[in-house]
């Protein structure tokens, strides 16, 4: 008898352990992507879009953001803009954000007194008010609402970092199943015509092998705006809900307030509490010393300024800019113009300078232009790769079925790939919970085809 057919049935075990093995994980990405490739449609249209935010912007609401730069001309008074803008809309000032380029306008934020919030933009070289918009009321902010589904409320925020852990999965599992083991095509080609079912099957494979790497990135780097994870993690990371590093801390009064809730800030300074203004006889120094100092302290241009509306507030000066190096808050005391803290991308934690430099490279701003086209490349990889999906198990799916990969015919093969799950789920709790929901329903599906199989 030969080596070859002593071997024989060892081999037989292997190539069905083998088989077994593919079902499980084929079954799997099946779920992952029933699940995830709705939102990944959504997400990739949107985020393509709000990678161009400025400039997209820039051309829609041309008319109030965009002025025409005067060389050598001087600019008005930050307070003037301020008059200007009160001017027109009545309330009370909190925010000024300086020009960020000689072509743009400044922006003066006015609480209304009917309790509005308006955006209102002034030309920096004559003073003119150019309108107003609601605050935060810019298309792409729409955008970027409709990406997080803010619009839809906490549970909506709770679905989408499930979708982000589910799409993890997906991609472990699709290199898994895209893994040649011998075979040439759909490996890095297309083969057939559009009309054939392995062309969708190897555009998919393909083009997930080329895109799986910056979606796994771009979930992970999307989990600290996530409703759970982010907000325990920031928590967390920030100490106490503090905001600031033990080296950052000294001994002055802090207020209740953070600095989130007068405006866009820094994932690493969501919690951040806000100092105050030990009361004083003196007069406050106003918004123009404000800004000259904010200026001699070397802000990256285009910072915003929150003005004080208390006798306790501060001037706070923030800048978020496209290199996450840069970003900085300064809080000066609003009577002796001293800076109260004073911290950068520098001061944060490993944590948050990995988590912002994600952020940064998430948003399409780290590297400019060039981040800007890779991840829109990614995002119309992206599209494909839901398209093919759905194409591709269209033509598989029998008459009246789901077309459910079928299971292994060995329930043990799933073993090791609960095991993974398992630990993502740790990681990630309601990625965990929505998996245990996942293997109920598995399991429940399982016990109703097998009867009826029999």
């Not at 989408?160 to 759909?186: C, Y």
Request: hydrophobic letters at 45%; glycine letters at 10%; aromatic letters at 10%.
């Amino acid at each position: 008898m030969s080596d070859f057919t002593l071997d024989r049935p060892g081999r037989t075990a292997r190539a069905a352990n083998a088989i077994d093995l593919y079902r499980a994980v084929w079954r799997w990405h099946f779920y992952a992507g029933l699940f995830v490739l709705p939102f990944l449609l959504t997400l990739s249209i949107t985020g393509g879009l709000y990678l161009f935010r400025d400039e997209i912007d820039g051309i829609i609401h041309s008319d109030v953001k965009r002025v025409v730069a005067l060389e050598g001309a001087s600019l008005v008074r930050p307070s003037e803009m301020v008059d200007a803008a009160l001017a027109v809309h009545h309330g009370t000032a909190v925010k000024f954000t300086s020009p960020a380029d000689p072509t743009s306008s400044a922006e003066v934020t006015v609480r209304t007194d009917t309790g509005e919030r308006l955006a209102v933009y002034v030309d920096p070289f004559s003073g003119n008010v150019l309108g107003a918009l609601p605050d935060r009321g810019t298309v792409m902010w729409t955008i970027r609402q409709f990406h997080s589904l803010k619009f839809f409320g906490p549970i909506a925020r709770g679905v989408i970092e499930i979708a982000a852990g589910w799409s993890i999965l997906l991609v472990a599992t699709g290199v898994f199943l895209w893994w040649p083991r011998g075979q040439k095509g759909g490996v890095v080609s297309v083969r057939g015509t559009p009309s054939r079912r392995v062309f969708w099957r190897d555009a998919h494979a393909v083009t997930g092998i080329a895109v799986g790497g910056f979606l796994v990135f771009l979930a992970v780097t999307g989990m600290p705006w996530s409703q759970v994870w982010g907000g325990q993690v920031n928590q967390w990371a920030n100490g106490s809900n503090f905001g600031y590093p033990s080296g950052i801390r000294v001994d002055i009064p802090m207020s209740k307030a953070k600095l989130s809730d007068a405006g866009t800030t820094s994932w690493s300074m969501e919690q951040a509490q806000v100092p105050v203004s030990a009361p004083s006889a003196r007069s406050p120094i106003g918004l123009d010393e404000a800004i000259e100092t904010f200026d001699r302290l070397g802000l990256h241009r285009g910072y915003a300024v929150n003005i004080p509306t208390s006798e306790t507030g501060v001037y706070t000066g923030s800048v978020y800019p496209d290199d996450a190096a840069s970003q900085r808050v300064v809080h000066l005391d609003q009577y002796s113009g001293v800076p109260l803290l004073d911290m950068g991308y520098g001061n944060y934690g490993p944590l948050g300078k990995a988590l912002e430099w994600g952020i940064s490279v998430h948003l399409g701003q780290q590297f400019g232009l060039a981040n800007q086209i890779v991840l829109l490349l990614v995002c119309i990889g992206n599209v494909v790769l839901a398209v093919s999906a759905g194409v591709m198990w269209w033509k598989r799916r029998p008459a009246r079925s789901m077309g459910v990969p079928p299971m292994p015919k060995e329930p043990r093969a799933l073993w090791g790939l609960l095991a993974l799950l398992a630990v993502g789920g740790i990681l990630f709790p309601l990625v965990g919970a929505s998996l245990v929901v996942m293997l109920i329903i598995d399991t429940a599906i399982r016990k109703l085809v097998r009867p009826a199989a029999a």
